[in-house]
Each structure stands twice: as C-alpha cells, then as structure tokens.
C-alpha cells in the first residue's frame, strides 16, 4: 500500500505533526510506504513528490508551517487537471491520497472523491476554525495565543500615551480568532465578519473606555464591515478558489474612529505571524491525533471522509458535508461578551 500525503492552503502550526504520525504509525502498524506531494494540488497535479519516510519525519513536531510545502493552486481550474492528477497518481503507484488543508483544499478532495473515484481521506486544519464539522482545528490555538500575546503587549503602550490602539486579526468569514483573542486580552471593542457594525457605536465604546482613564483596544477581524460600507480589500486579485486579498479594515477604522472622536489612534495588524513558528501543545496534541485516525481511516478503506474532532472524540464525517457550510460565530455567543464592550 503506498499512501500519498499533502497540504494545502495556507500554512498552519501542527501541519508537520499531522504528517509525523501519519507516517509513524503508517508504516510501524501496518508498513505502508508514502510518497510526498509538495506544494499542495501543485505536487499531484505536475507529479513533484519528495520522499516521505519515518527519517524523513523526524524531529518536525515542534516545526511551525510544514515539510512538504503548500499552494493555493486549485486543480479544478486548471485544463484536464483531475486528469493530470489521476496519471501521476498512478504513475507514483499511489494507492490512497491523505488532503491536509481547509475548505477550499478539502472541497477538491470531496470532488475528487465523490466524482472522479480517487481514494482520498481528509484531514482538516485551517487557523480560523470556521469548517463545520469539527469542533475545533489545529492552528487556530496558536494563533488564539499569539493574537492574545500581541493585545497583553499592546495594552501598556496604550495606557503609556492614552491613544486607541486598533489590532487586526485573521478572519475572512468566521471571527473566533477576533473572539478568543479579544476576550482572552481584555479588549474593549470586538469586531467580526458575522456581525455589522457601527462605527458611531464604536466610537461609543472608545470614548467611555477614555472616560474611565483607561486606553481603549479594538479587535477587528480582517472580514469585520461597517453598517454602512463593504469589505476593506487590500487589492482586488483573486487567487484560484476566487479570494480576494483582505486587510486594511484596521487602518480604515482608526482613521474614523480618530476623526470621530479627536483621540489619537495607531494600527497593529498582526497578519501572517498569527499563522507561523511553533505550534502550541495543544495544536501538537490535536494534529497528532488527527494525524493518527487519518491513517487508520485509509487502512479501513473510508475513502470520501474527513477526520474530525467532537467534544474529545475523533471521528469520520463526509467530506462532502465536512465543506459544504462554514461554521461562523452564533449572535448570542457574540452578544455575550459584549458585557465587555466599552
């Protein structure tokens, strides 16, 4: 049995974890061989592989981002790329596909599965927890706990000069970065994609902040918009499952908020150091698990499912449904921490 593995999407802390189990227990338990697909769909789809073997994972567990390299090349747009991928599928003898990667890396590897016949089992992961069908992935603990680092710091430059200070966090569609951050670092004002808002009640918010003597923090996911305005867009490329590149919500909103309110304001977005270096034990935890039934998954033949976790249990759902919605924050999880606000 030869088992090809992949990720793709964006990088991710626990990436390199999830490949060192699947490889160690793959071939210690059951001697499966494994191939390396690098650079997400790009690998299958040109044929680029990389040895993968148990020296080959060695020492990768505490390493951030991942060994086999990642893309957000998408097959499908691509002319007779599932044809491609299925000759160098065959070519490398691959038996079995494992698809690490979020919605958009995991939504080919459900038509792959489901309409083309290609053995494939996924393995979720993506730093903004937004897939549906797990109740938590690996990356976004880490980037939770670099986001809360972030804020605890910027909090005594603010109280030093008594300025706003705007923090901008990941998030396209799903704020749980904003709101585990934001909670967790004693924010004043939280900000989401799942929830409009309003710059007047914002600078509501900073002003009673100021009122109490204390420098206000707001935390704004980078998919956050205004009641009355759309999505800040950093340029309006697209990348191959047709996203648009954010960022600039921040800065958009101190110049308001400083303009509304006279108070000085300055920007801290903490962009893609959210998602890189070391993984926290948790993460490690996780991905190794996933990692561990991912590969049991191929052994029982449960081609078409995704790994996911439920309360402490890991356990196999569609791929299909895995994709099929985003998993955004409710109005009343939101609503309870707005106690905070202000």
């Known amino acids: 049995m030869r088992v090809g593995v992949l990720t793709g999407g964006g990088d991710c ?7 060192r189990a699947v490889v160690r227990k793959g071939v210690q338990e059951y001697g499966y061989e494994f191939t390396g697909f690098k650079d997400g769909w790009r690998g299958p789809l040109e044929g680029a592989t990389v040895p ?53 890396t995991l939504g080919v590897a459900a038509r792959l599965s489901g309409e083309y016949g290609v053995a494939c089992v996924g393995v979720p992961k993506t730093i903004d927890n937004d ?25 005594t430059t603010a109280e030093s000069h008594m300025r706003v200070l705007v923090v901008e966090v990941m998030g396209r569609h799903a704020g749980w970065i904003a709101l585990h951050s934001g909670l967790a670092g004693g924010a004043n004002v939280i900000l989401i994609p799942e929830q409009r808002f309003d710059v007047d009640q914002v600078c509501s918010w900073v002003t009673s902040r100021f009122k109490a003597s204390y420098a206000p923090i707001v935390v704004v996911a980078e998919g956050a918009m205004p009641a009355d305005g759309d999505m800040v867009l950093k340029d309006q490329s697209q990348d191959s499952f047709g996203h648009v590149r954010l960022s600039g919500v921040g800065e958009w909103l101190a110049k308001e908020v400083e303009r509304r309110t006279g108070k ?25 698990r996933f990692g561990l ?19 402490t249990d890991v356990v196999r759902v569609p791929l299909a449904e895995a994709t099929a919605k985003l998993k955004t924050v409710a ?3 939101y609503a309870e921490v707005g106690v905070f606000f202000g």
């Open 13 to 19: 802390p626990g990436l390199n974890a999830v490949i």
């Open 52 to 104: 993968l073997d148990i020296p080959a994972v060695r020492g990768i567990l505490p390493r951030g981002g991942t060994i086999l390299g990642s893309s957000r090349t998408n097959p499908l747009k691509v002319e007779n790329g599932i044809r491609r991928i299925k000759e160098n599928l065959a070519k490398e003898e691959v038996d079995a596909l494992i698809a690490i990667g979020g919605e958009d």
């Open 131 to 155: 897939l549906s069908a797990t109740d938590y992935t690996f990356g976004f603990d880490t980037a939770v706990n670099i986001a809360t680092e972030a804020i605890d710091r910027l909090h």
């Open 264 to 288: 000085e304001a300055r920007t801290t977005v903490l962009g893609h150091v959210q998602r890189g270096g070391t993984p926290s034990a948790f993460d490690r935890w996780l991905a190794t």
């Open 293 to 311: 039934h991912a590969i049991e998954a191929v052994r029982d033949g449960a081609y078409g499912s995704m790994v996911a976790l439920r309360g």
């Open 331 to 333: 109005p009343e999880l």
